[in-house]
T-cell receptor, first 112, second 114 residues
Framework: DAKTTQPNSMESNEEEPVHLPCNHS???????IHWYRQLPSQGPEYVIH???SNVNNRMASLAIAEDRKSSTLILHRATLRDAAVYYC?????????????FGTGTRLTIIP | KAGVTQTPRYLIKTRGQQVTLSCSPI?????VSWYQQTPGQGLQFLFE???????NKGNFPGRFSGRQFSNSRSEMNVSTLELGDSALYLC?????????????FGNGTRLTVT
């Protein structure tokens, strides 16, 4: 399974944008890039996913490098509620292969 | 729309016992997958069910098993419990289970084996 590499931790000031990087140099052409986040005592929460093009939703934006070997999750204006562990993972697009591999994630701390 | 529901929320068992965990997916979701989360190993994939059939399996011993019912509800069973089985067990559902479908997680069952 293709792996992802993320920094262990990051800090950001409240109300500023946050850019969370992820490297996935062994990504295959059919791998979707997913981002999830996990708050304490909760299950992971879906944030965003994409295949080739940049994606935006109400929570965040996903910027995918042209060669797809890296991506960046962008939180446009961090709040204290965004403090969580963020996971970047790859999911195969082939129907019937639900086997997402989670790494250790990035622990994001928001400074008031 | 109700989210993914896992029961019970907490469980304490003794070594050698067995345990059954339950997961009710979001209505309309046909794929249910299970994950084990521990501080040392992070989130590890156990198995995935789609339309009552196990489609994928992670690298866990045969003591870990599961099943899915016709209403998509799923159960996970762990037999002959070991201390190392203490973990947060998470269930996730998705519409069809392919990599392009977002996973929706429950809040997990915290299992403690003593």
């Amino acid at each position: 399974d293709a792996k992802t590499t993320q920094p262990n931790s990051m800090e950001s000031n409240e109300e500023e944008p946050v850019h969370l990087p992820c490297n996935h140099s062994t990504i295959s052409g059919t791998d979707y890039i997913h981002w999830y986040r996990q708050l304490p005592s909760q299950g992971p929460e879906y944030v965003i996913h994409g295949l080739t093009s940049n994606v935006n939703n109400r929570m965040a934006s996903l910027a995918i490098a042209e060669d797809r070997k890296s991506s960046t999750l962008i939180l446009h204006r961090a709040t204290l509620r965004d403090a969580a562990v963020y996971y970047c993972i790859l999911g195969l697009s082939n129907f019937g292969n639900e086997k997402l591999t989670f790494g250790t994630g990035t622990r994001l701390t928001i400074i008031p | 729309k109700a989210g993914v529901t896992q029961t019970p929320r907490y469980l304490i068992k003794t070594r050698g016992q067995q345990v059954t965990l339950s997961c009710s997916p979001i209505s309309g979701h046909r794929s249910v997958s299970w994950y084990q989360q521990t501080p040392g190993q992070g989130l590890q994939f156990l198995f995935e069910y789609f339309s009552e059939t196990q489609r994928n399996k992670g690298n866990f011993p045969g003591r870990f098993s599961g099943r899915q019912f016709s209403n998509s509800r799923s159960e996970m069973n762990v037999s002959t419990l070991e201390l190392g089985d203490s973990a947060l067990y998470l269930c996730a559902s998705s519409i069809q289970g392919a990599g392009g479908s977002p996973l929706h997680f429950g809040n997990g069952t915290r299992l403690t084996v003593t």
